[in-house]
C-alpha cells in the first residue's frame, strides 16, 4: 500500500508539470487535472439521493436521456456541470460526494445538493439538503484525504488544488426557498430586497474566501437566473401582462448586482486568485428557436401535485419533444439549456456572457 502511494506521489508530480504546460494542450484533452463543483439542484448529480427529504431526483422520469438513467440529476439528461466537464476534456463525468472513493477525487468531486443555499435554513421545508457551509467542511475532509494520499504533504494538495477549476452556482433557493417562502421563513418580513441581497451577499463572500482559504485560486462563480419565469413561481404567483414575476426578478437582481463587484475584489485582494462571474441572464438573452426551443413556460414532465410539488410526478409522463421544452420541470432546465448555458459559460458568446473572461481562458492560468 505503501509502495503504491508513494507510485501515485511521482504521478501526481509529473502531472504538476505537465500541467504547467496547458496552454499547450490541444482540443480534446483534460485541460486541467480536477474540476471541483458546487451548488444546488442544478448541478447536483446524486448527492441528495440518499438524504431524507423530498428534493431527490433518482426516480423516473427524471434521466429519461441520461446514459445512467435517474441519477439524482434534476433534468432529462446531462445537468450544466456534467457539459462543462466535458468541455473541459473530461472523459466520465466527476463522481458527487456521497460516492466518491480514494485516487478518484483527484479528478474532483461535485459536492451540489438540491434544495440547498447560501443560507443553512434554505430549504429547509423540503428536508435534509448540504447547504454551502456544509459542502465547504465537505471539501476540507476531501482535501484531507488526498492530503493522506500524498503522504501529508500539504503545500504539493495546495499546489495541485490551485490548478483545479472550480466552478460555485448558489443563491436560487435562498429566494426560492427562502425570501419567497414567507409562510416557512421570515427573511422577507425581517428584510426589504435590496436589506436581504446585502446580507445574502455578504454571507457568500465570506464563505468564497473560505474556498479560496483552502487552495482554490481558478474559480467561476454562476450567478443567478430569472427566477420570477420559472413555471413553479408563475404558478404561485400569476402575472397579469407580463412573462414573468417582475417583482421577483427584481429582487433576485440586487443580489446578483453585487457578484461582479465581488469577483473584483477577490482578484484585487486575494494573492493568485483567479475568480470569473457567469452571467447566467445574459446567456439566457437570444433567441431560443436557434437551438431548437420553442416552448419557453411548460414542464416537459408531468408534475408532482403532492409532497415535491414543482418537480415529476414518480414514475410520470414525460413529453416526447424534449429537445424543444425549456422547462423540465417547474424549477429546472431541460438538457437543451444546460448545454447552450455550458457552451457559452466556456466560450462566452457575448461580452456580458462572462467576466473579465469565459471559463475557456481560466484554464489556460
Same mark, same amino acid.
Given at each position: ?27 480534446? &484533452?483534460?485541460?486541467?487535472? *480536477?474540476?471541483? +463543483?458546487? @451548488?444546488?439542484?442544478?448541478? =447536483?448529480?446524486? #448527492? !441528495? ?109 495546495? &499546489?495541485?488544488?490551485?490548478? *483545479?477549476?472550480? +466552478?460555485? @452556482?448558489?443563491?436560487?433557493? =435562498?429566494?426560492? #426557498? !427562502? ?187
Amino acid at each position: 500500500m505503501a509502495s503504491e502511494m508513494k507510485i501515485w506521489f511521482v504521478l501526481l508530480t509529473v502531472l504538476l508539470v505537465f500541467i504547467n504546460l496547458s496552454p499547450l494542450l490541444v482540443k480534446g &484533452e483534460q485541460q486541467v487535472p *480536477c474540476l471541483f +463543483i458546487m @451548488g444546488d439542484s442544478l448541478f =447536483d448529480n446524486g #448527492n !441528495n439521493n440518499n438524504l431524507f427529504t423530498t428534493a431527490k431526483a433518482n426516480y423516473p422520469p427524471y434521466g429519461i436521456d441520461f446514459p445512467d438513467g435517474p441519477t439524482g440529476r434534476f433534468t432529462n439528461g446531462k445537468n450544466t456541470a456534467d457539459f462543462i466537464a466535458d468541455l473541459l476534456g473530461f472523459d466520465k463525468y466527476i463522481e458527487p460526494f456521497a460516492t466518491v472513493k480514494g485516487v478518484e477525487m483527484f479528478r474532483g468531486v461535485n459536492y451540489a445538493s438540491g434544495a440547498a443555499g447560501i443560507r443553512d435554513e434554505s430549504g429547509i421545508h423540503l428536508g435534509d439538503r448540504i447547504s454551502l457551509n456544509r459542502q465547504l467542511r465537505n471539501h476540507k475532509e476531501t482535501i484531507s484525504h488526498m492530503s493522506t494520499l500524498l503522504e501529508n504533504n500539504k503545500t504539493l494538495t495546495k &499546489e495541485y488544488l490551485s490548478k *483545479c477549476i472550480y +466552478i460555485v @452556482g448558489m443563491g436560487n433557493n =435562498d429566494y426560492i #426557498n !427562502n425570501y419567497l417562502m414567507p409562510q416557512f421563513y421570515p427573511s422577507s418580513l425581517l428584510y426589504k430586497p435590496e436589506k436581504y441581497a446585502t446580507i445574502l451577499a455578504q454571507q457568500y463572500e465570506k464563505q468564497l474566501k473560505t474556498l479560496y482559504s483552502y487552495g482554490a485560486r481558478k474559480v467561476a462563480v454562476f450567478g443567478l437566473g430569472s427566477i420570477g419565469c420559472i413555471p413553479a413561481e408563475l404558478d404561485l404567483y400569476g402575472t397579469k401582462d407580463s412573462p414573468c414575476v417582475d417583482s421577483i426578478n427584481s429582487a433576485v437582481l440586487k443580489f446578483v448586482d453585487k457578484l461582479k463587484p465581488m469577483i473584483d475584489d477577490f482578484n484585487s485582494n486575494l494573492p493568485n486568485a483567479n475568480f470569473i462571474y457567469i452571467n447566467v441572464t445574459s446567456i439566457a438573452i437570444g433567441d431560443p428557436a436557434a437551438i431548437g426551443i420553442t416552448n419557453l413556460a411548460d414542464p416537459c414532465c408531468e408534475i408532482s401535485s403532492f409532497i415535491a410539488k414543482g418537480q415529476c410526478s414518480y414514475g410520470g409522463s414525460a413529453c416526447n419533444d424534449r429537445a424543444s421544452h425549456y422547462f423540465w420541470d417547474g424549477f429546472h432546465p431541460t438538457e437543451a439549456p444546460n448545454k447552450a448555458t455550458a457552451e457559452r459559460a466556456y466560450t462566452a458568446l457575448l461580452p456580458t456572457d462572462a467576466y473579465p473572461f469565459d471559463i475557456s481562458h481560466l484554464a489556460l492560468l
